[in-house]
């Protein structure tokens, strides 16, 4: 059990810096106003977990799930930043932008989980 907690918090700890340093990097491409960096970090993070939950249990490497799937991609994934960007959004009175990045970080979050279990699928068969 204590294993699986320090894998946690090692995981936690490198998937939020990745997640900082990757906003970083995509508010400085395309700007502040809609949240953009979060939707991509929680799209590609959604697409990291459908790869990573294939590879680890075809792999029988399950035992890194805490530290991969909970920590890094918990980590990483930032779906109380979402809410808050959302209803920031919809207090300023962009309830169509707040909808659009709703519906969009749902969908394409749903879309790349399932492109990645499909793609982890093909290349492991």
Do not use: C
């Not at 929680?42 to 399950?62: E, I, R, Y």
């Not at 530290?67 to 207090?91: H, N, W």
């Amino acid at each position: 059990m204590f294993t699986a907690l320090l894998q946690v918090a090692l995981g936690g700890a490198l998937g939020a810096s990745a997640r900082y340093l990757t906003g970083i990097a995509i508010t400085r491409a395309v700007g502040h106003g809609f949240p953009v960096a979060i939707m991509v970090t929680n799209v590609l993070g959604s697409f990291l977990m459908g790869v990573l939950v294939v590879v680890l249990a075809k792999k029988g490497g399950t035992a890194y799930a805490p530290l991969l799937m909970t920590g890094l991609l918990g980590g990483f994934t930032t779906f109380s930043a979402f809410s808050l960007d959302a209803l920031t959004l919809f207090e300023r009175g962009q309830v169509t932008a707040a909808a659009g990045y709703v519906l969009g970080s749902v969908v394409f979050s749903l879309i790349a989980i399932v492109l990645g279990v499909w793609i982890a699928r093909m290349v492991l068969a």
